[in-house]
C-alpha cells in the first residue's frame, strides 16, 4: 500500500524531527565532555576542544563560565 502524500509529508516530519533531536543530543553530550575535561584536568583549550569535537570558542566560553 502507497502511503498518500500527507502521509509521506508526516513520515518526512517526523524523521527530521527524529534528526534534530539526535543531533542536539549529541551536540550536548559533547558540550558535557568538555565541560568536565575544564573542571577535571589542565588540559589545554585546544586540546579540550581536539577531544570533545567542540569549538575553541565554545571551550573558552565555558572556561569563562566556570571561573566566576
Avoid: H
Amino acid at each position: 500500500m502507497a502511503l498518500t502524500r500527507s502521509e509521506y509529508e508526516q513520515y518526512l516530519k517526523e524523521c527530521r524531527d527524529t534528526y534534530a533531536t539526535e543531533q542536539a543530543l549529541r551536540r550536548e553530550g559533547r558540550e558535557e565532555v568538555a565541560e568536565n575535561l575544564i573542571l577535571q584536568t589542565d588540559f589545554s583549550d585546544e586540546k579540550i576542544a581536539n577531544i570533545a569535537n567542540v569549538s575553541l570558542e565554545f571551550v573558552q566560553r565555558t572556561r569563562k563560565k566556570s571561573q566566576k
